[in-house]
């Protein structure tokens, strides 16, 4: 058992940091990836034969990714690299893992979960329609297949990622119709002071800004999505301007997001207690700043541990591997811990000032219209949702769930869940906190049923 | 269906890969998605289950599960995670049209 290799879920920049780590130690872990390339999501790596270079698909963070992606491969043939792999279930130190139509059982002993993030997002009306996507979809539309999303394009949410993305089509020659956030500028005013500690980060955000603006597309601060119109796909989006007026935007092609939510089923799976996490406004698994988990032999890194960006992931693979290995009996490099956890206090602050001058708007979920389809997987609507709760006396969201079925679909609620989590708080007139979260279920994603069998 | 939703910036310069669409043959190319094969060719990947429309994807990371399609052997994938391959077929909709 002892020399079993320890396990890592997900090859971004927490799982290559953490790989890079363990291998430095003389151990050989698995890192078993969803991805057919490594490098996570905002590192991704086109498929073979595509030949942009880094600098064109990856801009400022172009040598971040360069250096990532050598890492990665430099480790070969000393890690079990596993890519196109879904782990689909963890339970009693073993995980199910699912690559090229053939399951296997991996037993562990000791695990780093680096899952990763996906892109949160409110449902508005018409926002089933084609031609809307995630901003990080739509980025991965640029990034990974040289496509726009369409012609026309409206970039709309809020977060530092709506700016990236829109710089990044406007500069791949794609035409941004506007870009549309719903933080008012005051939140950004009052953020400022703390958002200049960000340094290069926070440069970088301004620079894709003021680009922006050099190019001639349209900027609004403090706006609300009224509706997206449309037949058979999206042809304007109806909002309204900070200063009340309706306005109406014609475009072929809608990007939206706000913020990120952490990917945590397999840590549920797995075991880890979950806290309510007032910045994030979600269930997180808990972890010590080292990564470590309640659960002994189980470590978490990365945006799936919290949402805190990729330079912060990088640390955090890192100061978790070394909280394995210090776990084995290998001696820590006191020095070295204390300049990781040093990195990441420092990322958390920047961190806790985006969420000020980039506040999720909860109050758009909260008062969203009955006739808006919440879930798509299953076409529920937030009335249909609401009635679930109030008519059925579901005051928790497991139970709202069984009752509506609004997060019972192929997503598993990995879209809907944080805005019906608000929707349900705030028709019960509770704090979100209080009505609990979805419970994970294996198949974290849909499997081939002779898979189980 | 003249109308495509997704057009092509960069990386033009691949092996053309021809497939099929509810019986149209289409073009894409060596490395597309099978969701970039569909929307390059198109504005729709499926009609959602419960009667509220078309349905083109959503967010490109195996996350919402918006794109499974069929293919005529009855094999299942989802486009945004699966590579499209030279003579795919590829159906998008029901017996009924839909």
């Keep these: 058992m002892a020399d079993r290799p320890p396990v890592i879920v997900g090859a971004g920049p927490a799982g290559i940091r953490a790989a890079a780590t363990l291998v430095a130690a003389g151990l050989t872990p698995i890192v078993l990836d969803e991805a057919p390339r490594g490098g996570g999501q905002i590192y991704r790596r086109p498929p073979a034969g595509f030949t942009r270079p880094y600098q064109a698909l990856y801009g400022f963070e172009a040598a971040k990714a360069r250096r990532l992606h050598d890492e990665l491969d430099g480790l070969a043939g000393r890690i079990d690299y596993r890519p196109d792999a879904l782990v689909w279930d963890m339970r009693r130190g073993a995980l199910q893992c699912l690559s090229g139509g053939r399951n296997a059982t991996i037993a562990y002993r000791d695990l780093i979960l680096a899952t990763g993030a996906r892109d949160r997002i409110i449902p508005f009306p018409g926002w089933t329609l084609p031609g809307i996507y995630t901003l990080g979809g739509a980025q991965i539309a640029l990034k990974y297949q040289g496509c726009a999303i369409g012609r026309e394009i409206v970039f709309l949410g809020t977060g530092p990622l709506l700016y990236l993305v829109a710089y990044q089509y406007a500069k791949a020659g794609a035409t941004v119709r506007a870009v549309l956030d719903t933080a008012p500028f005051a939140a950004k005013r009052r953020a400022l002071p703390a958002l200049l500690a960000g340094g290069a980060t926070f440069a970088k955000g301004l620079w894709y800004v003021a680009a922006l603006r050099a190019r001639g597309v349209p900027l609004a601060a403090g706006i609300r999505p009224i509706a997206a119109a449309g037949d058979t796909a999206v042809t304007a989006l109806r909002y309204r301007a900070a200063n009340g007026a309706e306005r109406r935007i014609a475009c072929d092609a809608l990007a939206f997001g706000f913020g990120l939510s952490s990917e945590t089923q397999l840590a549920d799976l797995a075991k880890i207690p979950f806290r309510y996490d007032t910045l994030q406004q979600q269930f997180l698994p808990s972890r010590e700043s080292s990564g470590r988990t309640p659960v002994a032999g189980l470590y978490l890194a990365g945006d799936g541990g919290g949402i805190a960006g990729a330079d912060a992931a990088e640390l955090s693979g890192e100061r978790a591997a070394l909280a394995l290995l210090e776990d084995r009996g290998h001696a820590a490099d006191k020095l070295r811990l204390a300049a990781l956890e040093r990195g990441l206090q420092r990322i958390a602050g920047f961190r806790a000032a985006l969420e000020t001058a980039f506040p999720f708007p909860a109050d758009l979920a909260a008062a969203m219209a009955d006739d808006t389809i919440l879930c798509r997987c299953e076409g529920v609507t937030a009335g249909e949702f609401r009635r679930a709760a109030g008519a059925l006396d579901a005051a928790e969201v497991n139970r709202a769930k069984a009752f509506s079925r609004c997060g019972m679909g192929r997503c598993q609620g990995r879209v809907c869940g944080p805005a019906a989590a608000i929707v349900l708080a705030a028709a019960l007139q509770l704090p979100p906190e209080s009505i609990g979260r979805l419970r994970g279920q294996a198949p974290v994603k849909p499997i081939p049923l002779a898979v189980t069998a | ?98």
């Design chain 2, 1 to 98: 269906m003249a109308a495509s939703q997704f057009h092509r910036l960069a990386e033009r310069d691949r092996p053309v890969v021809r497939f099929v669409v509810d019986g149209r043959p289409c073009e894409a190319l060596a490395g597309d998605t099978v969701l970039t094969a569909l929307l390059t060719n198109g504005r729709r990947v499926r009609s959602a289950e419960f009667g509220d429309g078309q349905r083109a994807g959503f967010c490109l990371m195996g996350a919402c599960q918006d794109c499974w399609v069929t293919l005529a052997d009855g094999e299942r994938l989802r486009a945004c995670t699966s590579f499209v391959a030279e003579g795919m077929r590829i159906v998008t909709r029901d017996g009924n049209g839909r």
